[in-house]
């Protein structure tokens, strides 16, 4: 089975990529990732908080979806890379605007656009509203998810 990893920062953009993973992928496991800065008790409830929360609310989407989630603590773009590697994730499906960014402001957000780069894996982006972009800012509605390249790969 092949696995598609989101990041979930507690942003609603990151619960719309969760959203979008499920729904674009309706037969593929998704794990959801939190990366606490620190591994003191504030960091890691709200990881949890954020990750229980964020599973409650996008596994209504499909009715067998199998939602796995997964806490790190650390550097956000390593551990990104790692878990995306450790996981053997096929696809990671992002946010485009993390926490207190301002969405549309730009199309893709500075953190995401540089998390792309480093990522040796296929990144769909999601904006705020829901829809794919993918890193060089081309659209992934018209395109069959499956072909989405970003990074070079497919």
Known sequence: MTTTLVPIDGSQSS??????????????DVLLLYVAPSGRPVDMERGRFILESSRRQVEG???????STRLEVGDRKAKITQVASEADC??????????NALPHVDRIGRDASVLTEDIARPVVLVLPTGKGVRPDG????????EEVVANGTA
């Open 15 to 28: 619960l719309e990529a969760a959203k979008y993973a499920l729904r674009s992928r309706p037969n593929h």
């Open 61 to 67: 989407i499909l009715c067998d979806a199998r939602i």
């Open 90 to 99: 096929d696809l990671v499906v992002m946010s485009a605007h993390g926490v």
């Open 138 to 145: 081309g659209d992934t509605e018209s395109e069959d998810h």
